[in-house]
């Protein structure tokens, strides 16, 4: 790599922005980088409605020179009151074509190699959905979501999100993994990962859930040994709003929820968290 020139500029990263929120609009109004060469990552839930997904992640392109997204559950979610009506991986193609338009990258897109402060380090978006594996031992997927219908926790996915034309979500989540697992499998080339995920990769981080019912929708136990099989050096992403950094097998993991107003006006913290380098976050919520 010696013959690459490096960028100065950081890698942030930033997640569940969820814009329908005025007060959080508010918030990405005023986001700004650092330099002019900060890359950020956003890892899913930028809002549910197609219009409101393209203003924020069009604004973010503006003021950064790289934008790398991943979508969350609710982005995949088909609303009545969206102009877009497709469903499951057609929406989801939709928001991949978009964000071509506004020249933001996606996991369908070739991973980039971030060679600023921290780096080289590829970055991997990832789309990979969730199969309710994360459930009790013993319990049956039917079980386990009957457990959580009777403790009045049933994720809003179960009504909107689609998995068109696949048979259920778990088969469009194991459709996901295998393409996803062959991407990362040929880059392994001895150069450090980014690994961006809207869903936590492993079991551990949702253990501070207060409601353990909904783990269920929060990811894949396939995936709990991905970052050290893809040599990850940070696993990013969001989904449980509960943002803060943790450790396993010597790999930092951050998640970088924003949250809805009532979360985050209860714990202000940085809005952007610095993936690369470790250092100090940008701004404040």
């Not at 069009?58 to 969206?82: C, Q, Y």
């Not at 338009?101 to 369908?108: A, F, M, S």
């Not at 970055?123 to 009777?150: H, K, M, N, T, V």
């Not at 551990?204 to 970052?227: I, N, Y």
């Amino acid at each position: 790599m010696s013959n690459v020139e490096r960028t100065d500029g950081r890698l942030w990263g930033v997640s569940d922005l969820h814009v329908a929120y005025p007060d959080n609009r508010e918030i990405l109004e005023g986001v700004r980088p650092a330099s002019d060469a900060d890359w950020l990552l956003v890892a899913g839930d930028v809002g549910e409605l197609t219009p409101h997904i393209e203003w924020a992640l069009t604004r973010l392109k503006e003021r950064f020179a790289t934008v790398v997204w991943v979508p969350g559950n609710h982005e995949l979610w088909t609303l009545a009151d969206d102009p877009v009506q497709l469903r499951g991986d057609l929406r989801y193609k939709y928001l991949v074509d978009m964000c071509r338009r506004i020249g933001v990258l996606t996991p369908e897109d070739p991973y980039p190699v971030w060679h600023g402060p921290g780096g080289p380090a590829r970055i991997a978006p990832l789309f990979l959905l969730y199969d309710y594996s994360f459930r009790p031992p013993g319990l049956s997927q039917r079980e386990a979501l009957a457990w959580a219908e009777e403790a009045g926790i049933v994720c809003t996915d179960e009504f909107f999100l689609h998995p068109d034309p696949y048979p259920s979500r778990q088969d469009w989540c194991a459709a996901r993994l295998a393409l996803t697992e062959q991407r990362l499998t040929a880059h392994q080339d001895g150069l450090p990962t980014v690994l961006v995920n809207h869903f936590p990769l492993t079991r551990d981080p949702l253990k501070v859930l207060r409601h353990q019912e909904f783990a269920q929708w929060c990811g894949t136990t396939r995936t709990h040994d991905w970052h050290r099989r893809f040599n990850a050096s940070v696993v990013v992403y969001g989904h449980l709003h509960i943002p803060r950094t943790t450790w396993a097998d010597g790999v930092r993991f951050e998640e970088v929820s924003l949250g809805y107003p009532r979360e985050w006006k209860q714990r202000p913290r940085p809005l952007l968290q610095s993936i690369l380098p470790a250092e100090e976050p940008l701004g404040s919520s």
